[in-house]
C-alpha cells in the first residue's frame, strides 16, 4: 500500500540481524551514563554497519549513505531503533541526522566540504543549539536571547544554551542566535575560544551520545563564512530541520517501544501468578491488546507522512498529529511493558525502564505536545478544517 522498495525486504533482514548480533549484546546499563564508552562503542559499531552495508539509511549515495525513500526509512529506522545502539552505528541517530538535513539543505558548497564530509563519514559529530535557560527560548524560540552582533569580517555571539543532546565531543554547534529583526544558524567550531560546553545536564534518559550539554557563548567570533544560508532565516532553517528529526523519531522509538512489549510479552508467557500465566490474566492482555492498537496506529501515521514526503507534500499538518500521537502512544507502550514485567520492569536488569525513561522526554522536544495541540487546532479554526 505505501509502495516500498525491491531492496526493503533484505535490507530490513539484514539491520534485523545486525541488531539482535552486533548492538544489543553491547547494550549495558553502564553505557547508558558513560559518554566515554558510549563514543568508543559507537565507533566500533560504526565500522561493522559499513561492512554491513547498513551505513546511512537516509543519506544521499553521493554522500556515502543509502538514499533510501522516506517509506523505506520508516521501515529501517524503526528496525535499528530497536536497540540503543544500532541508530548511533548506522549515523542515522539525533542530532547528526537533522543537522545533515541541514547543511544538505542550506550549507555553502564549502561548508558541505568543511563539515558534512567528515559528519557523514561519521568522523565527526555535531549538536544543534536552540534552547536556552530562562528567560530564553524554549517552546517560544521568539524569546531567544543569544545575540549575534556584526563585526568587520563576521559575527560576535554572545549567550547561553543548554539540553543541547550531542554537545559534550562535538566538532561543531548549528547556534541559533537573533540578529536584529530575525534569527540566523551559526556553525560554530567547538575549539572556538568563545565556546564552551560548561557541564554535561544529567536528565532521565540515556544513551546519548556527548549527552545534553550546557554552553556558554562569550564573544565568540565567528566569520561571514560561518552563516548558514542567510542571515534572517535561521527559524525557517529550525523548521526544515523540525519535520523530519521528529517524523525520524517517531520511526526509531516505535521500534523501541515495540521491543519493550516483546519482552513483556514473553515475560507474561513464562511467569505465573496464583496458578495461571500472566499472558492469560485479561486485564494483562488489555495492556497487550491497547499496546498493539497504539503500535499500528502510530506506524500507519508514520508511514502516511512518510508517503507525504516522498510525494513531496507538505506535511505541516500531518507532523504535528504524528508528533502528539506517536510521542504519546509508545510512551504508553513503554508504561504497560514495565508494568507487566513487574518489579524487573522497574529495574537495570532489563531493557525496558530505560526505554520507558527514554520516552518521557519526547514529549517535550520537538515541540512540546501542548503546544503541537494549540498550534494544530489554531489551524484547523484558522482554516476552518472539516475533522
Ligand atoms: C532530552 C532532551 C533533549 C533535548 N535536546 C535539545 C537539543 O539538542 N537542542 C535544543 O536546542 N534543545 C533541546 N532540548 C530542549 C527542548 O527543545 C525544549 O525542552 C523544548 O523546546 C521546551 O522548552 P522548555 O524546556 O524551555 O519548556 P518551556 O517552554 O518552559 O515549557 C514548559 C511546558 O509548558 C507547556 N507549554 C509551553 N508552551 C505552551 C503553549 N504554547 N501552550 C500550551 N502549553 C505550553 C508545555 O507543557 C511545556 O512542556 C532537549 C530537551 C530534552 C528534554
Keep these: 500500500m505505501f509502495g516500498y522498495s525491491d531492496r526493503l525486504p533484505a535490507l530490513r533482514e539484514a539491520v534485523r540481524r545486525f541488531v539482535d548480533d552486533e548492538a544489543i549484546p553491547r547494550e549495558s546499563p553502564a553505557l547508558a551514563h558513560d559518554l566515554n564508552a558510549l563514543e568508543e562503542t559507537t565507533h566500533l559499531l560504526r565500522a561493522k554497519a559499513r561492512e554491513a552495508g547498513l551505513y546511512g539509511p537516509q543519506l544521499p549515495a553521493a554522500w556515502g549513505g543509502l538514499g533510501l525513500s522516506w517509506r523505506d526509512r520508516s521501515v529501517i529506522l524503526e528496525e535499528a531503533g530497536r536497540s540503543f545502539l544500532a541508530p548511533l552505528a548506522m549515523n542515522c541517530a539525533p542530532p547528526d541526522q537533522p543537522n545533515m538535513i541541514n547543511l544538505l539543505t542550506d550549507g555553502s558548497p564549502a561548508q558541505q566540504q568543511r563539515y558534512l564530509a567528515p559528519l557523514a563519514r561519521g568522523e565527526t559529530r555535531s549538536c544543534f543549539a536552540m534552547t536556552e535557560p530562562e528567560p530564553g527560548a524554549g517552546s517560544d524560540p521568539s524569546m531567544l536571547q543569544t545575540v549575534a552582533e556584526r563585526r568587520p569580517g563576521g559575527w560576535s555571539i554572545s549567550g547561553r544554551k543548554w539540553f543541547i543532546s550531542g554537545a559534550v565531543g562535538a566538532s561543531f554547534a548549528l547556534v541559533l542566535a537573533r540578529t536584529g529583526e530575525g534569527a540566523t544558524i551559526f556553525i560554530v567550531d567547538a575549539d572556538n575560544p568563545g565556546y564552551r560546553v560548561v557541564r554535561n545536564i544529567a536528565s532521565i534518559d540515556g544513551f546519548q551520545i556527548g549527552g545534553h550539554g550546557e554552553i556558554e557563548l562569550h564573544d565568540c567570533f565567528v566569520g561571514d563564512d560561518a552563516v548558514l544560508g542567510e542571515v534572517g532565516q535561521g527559524f525557517a532553517y529550525a523548521q526544515i530541520r523540525l519535520e523530519p528529526a521528529r517524523l525520524s523519531h517517531c520511526m526509531r522509538f516505535i521500534g523501541r517501544a515495540s521491543r519493550a512489549m516483546s519482552l513483556a510479552q514473553d515475560y507474561a508467557k513464562r511467569r505465573s501468578s496464583f496458578g495461571q500465566p500472566l499472558a492469560q490474566l485479561q486485564q494483562v492482555q488489555a495492556m497487550v491488546a491497547d499496546s498493539h492498537i497504539d503500535l499500528h496506529a502510530a ?83 484558522k482554516e476552518s478544517r472539516a475533522p
Design 299 to 381: 506506524r500507519l501515521m508514520t508511514w502516511h507522512a512518510a508517503a507525504k514526503l516522498d510525494a513531496n507534500e507538505s506535511i505541516k499538518h500531518e507532523s504535528a498529529m504524528v508528533k502528539v500521537f506517536v510521542s504519546e502512544a509508545v510512551g504508553r507502550v513503554a508504561d504497560r511493558a514495565a508494568q507487566i514485567m513487574g518489579a524487573l520492569g522497574m529495574s537495570e536488569d532489563a531493557p525496558v525502564s530505560m526505554i520507558l525513561r527514554e520516552m518521557r522526554p519526547f514529549r517535550i522536544y520537538d515541540g512540546a505536545s501542548e503546544l503541537h495541540r494549540s498550534t494544530l487546532a489554531r489551524r484547523v479554526f
